[in-house]
């Protein structure tokens, strides 16, 4: 497991153990984007990863890296902490690519 970004509680974030393992990477925050081109880099020297976190990631991240990274098989999720959801709209992006989870704190 490759984790870019400062130590995060991912077990605050209920993530099943089965998505972290070896072949995961986990971005956070601001350090997302690192972990989506280290992720892209990886699968296209034919390397293992099986799923990319996202957590609390940038709403206008690198969105065709991810189409990319979503080609290679490897899937995506993206984690957020809204305790008021006012419009699931600017989450679609996300969406497109992979599984989104919005908790409430």
Do not use: W
Request: net charge positive; aromatic share 12%; glycine share 4%.
């Amino acid at each position: 497991m490759k984790i870019f970004g400062k130590s995060f509680d991912l077990e605050s974030l209920r993530i099943p153990p089965i998505l972290l393992n070896a072949y995961c990477v986990v971005g956070v925050q601001g350090q997302c984007a690192q972990a989506i081109l280290y992720a892209l880099n990886q699968l296209q020297q034919h390397q293992r990863i099986e799923n990319l976190i996202l957590i609390e990631p940038d709403l206008e991240s690198l969105n065709a890296q991810l189409h990319t990274i979503a080609f290679y098989g490897c899937k995506v999720y993206s984690y957020f902490k809204n305790p008021q959801i006012t419009n699931l709209k600017k989450y679609e992006n996300f969406a497109q690519f992979g599984l989104v989870v919005i908790a409430k704190k």
